[in-house]
T-cell receptor, first 111, second 114 residues
């Protein structure tokens, strides 16, 4: 069954602006991961946050996790046109590599 | 070098046919997966293999049969194709690092059943 739900479904911003995407999930997790999918391509792993972590940074990416609210957010700062893609959150509840993906947020960054 | 590769990239075929999609990873990973992504971009796990053994088999019609001849390969055979099988199929692999798994995806195979 579907675990993650991303919000918004689509987001359109200008280059240089920040983009924030949210993900909610239903059951307890071991970790939550964010992936990017460019049009017509496979998914690329961006960042992983464990259930005992609250915030993580990687370059222009910042991920937060609130296990009490069962939610996570992905912030992309100073966005670029190349950031245009779909972004998916995925939860690992089993601890044995089974990921459950949400429906994704489609991000469009205009020059 | 391609880490996870799939062939073919596109597959157009008629209902009732049998087809296979091949997947290979050169990352030395122990675990491989097949996912189906529908037209609404929803990605759902179908199968997972660890060291050539099936560990996850989600509710998938038995017309779908995965085969893992060795740790680096996980092929997907589909019998009696139906219109609803049209989707993009992704292969992925992973290994355990610091207690977690990060998955590496192939480029996908777009299957169209007419």
């Amino acid at each position: 069954s579907q675990q993650g739900e991303e919000d918004p479904q689509a987001l359109s911003i200008q280059e240089g602006e920040n983009a924030t995407m949210n993900c909610s999930y239903k059951t307890s997790i071991n970790n939550l991961q964010w992936y990017r999918q460019n049009s017509g391509r496979g998914l690329v792993h961006l960042i992983l946050i464990r259930s005992n972590e609250r915030e993580k940074h990687s370059g222009r990416l910042r991920v937060t996790l609130d296990t009490s609210k069962k939610s996570s957010s992905l912030l992309i700062t100073a966005s670029r046109a190349a950031d245009t893609a779909s972004y998916f959150c995925a939860t690992d509840s089993s601890g044995y590599s089974t990921l459950t993906f949400g429906k994704g947020t489609m991000l469009l960054v205009s020059p | 070098d391609t880490a996870v590769s799939q062939t073919p990239k596109y597959l157009v075929t008629q209902m009732g046919n049998d087809k296979s999609i091949k997947c290979e990873q050169n990352l030395g990973h122990d675990t491989m997966y097949w996912y189906k992504q529908d037209s609404k971009k929803f990605l759902k796990i179908m199968f997972s293999y660890n060291n050539k053994e099936l560990i996850i088999n989600e509710t998938v019609p038995n017309r779908f049969s995965p085969k893992s001849p060795d740790k680096a390969h996980l092929n997907l055979h589909i019998n009696s194709l139906e219109l609803g099988d049209s989707a993009v199929y992704f292969c992925a692999s992973s290994h355990l690092v610091a207690g977690t798994y990060e998955q590496y995806f192939g480029p996908g195979t777009r299957l169209t059943v007419t």
